[in-house]
């Protein structure tokens, strides 16, 4: 009885351990997260030369740069960083109007430097 007591002691333990991550509370955004979905979503654009799946996965990066517009970062740099995610997001929406509107040959250097302001950003607010 003591040894089955234990192993259910344990086994709700580790349970803890490997289970689903605990939500976050309603609005809270875990930036960590946020950034690594983005980095799949631009490693997905940068294997493609379709335009219509560059377009879907600028879409899914433009609902979680959103999302990460709303995180909290280090003290004292949080309107630096909301600023720095309004010039991407504006850069983002750029390249998503020139999809739309068909101009693809100007895709390339538009991609490059929204690739280049992730890439700036993400070093300076790495969480």
Same mark, same amino acid.
């Given at each position: 009885?003591? *040894?089955?007591?234990?192993?259910?002691?344990?086994?709700?333990?580790? &349970? &803890?351990? *490997?289970?689903?991550?605990?939500?976050?509370?309603? &609005?809270?955004?875990?930036?960590?997260?946020?950034?690594?979905?983005?980095?799949?979503?631009?490693?997905?654009?940068?294997?493609?030369?379709?335009?219509?799946?560059?377009?879907?996965?600028?879409?899914?990066?433009?609902?979680?740069?959103?999302?990460?517009?709303?995180?909290? #970062?280090?003290? &004292?740099?949080?309107?630096?960083?909301?600023?720095?995610? #309004?010039?991407?997001? #504006?850069?983002?929406?750029? #390249?998503?109007?020139?999809?739309?509107?068909?101009? *693809?040959?100007?895709?390339?250097?538009?991609?490059?430097?929204?690739?280049?302001?992730?890439?700036?950003?993400?070093?300076?607010?790495?969480?």
């Amino acid at each position: 009885m003591r *040894f089955q007591a234990l192993l259910l002691t344990a086994a709700l333990g580790l &349970g &803890g351990c *490997f289970g689903a991550p605990a939500p976050q509370p309603e &609005g809270v955004v875990d930036l960590q997260q946020t950034m690594k979905a983005m980095g799949r979503e631009w490693k997905a654009i940068s294997q493609s030369d379709d335009p219509a799946i560059i377009a879907n996965h600028l879409a899914q990066i433009h609902q979680l740069s959103s999302d990460a517009s709303r995180a909290m #970062v280090r003290k &004292g740099e949080q309107a630096d960083y909301e600023d720095s995610m #309004v010039k991407f997001q #504006v850069a983002l929406e750029t #390249v998503q109007g020139t999809i739309a509107a068909g101009e *693809f040959d100007d895709l390339e250097p538009l991609l490059a430097d929204l690739d280049a302001l992730r890439k700036e950003y993400h070093k300076r607010f790495k969480p």
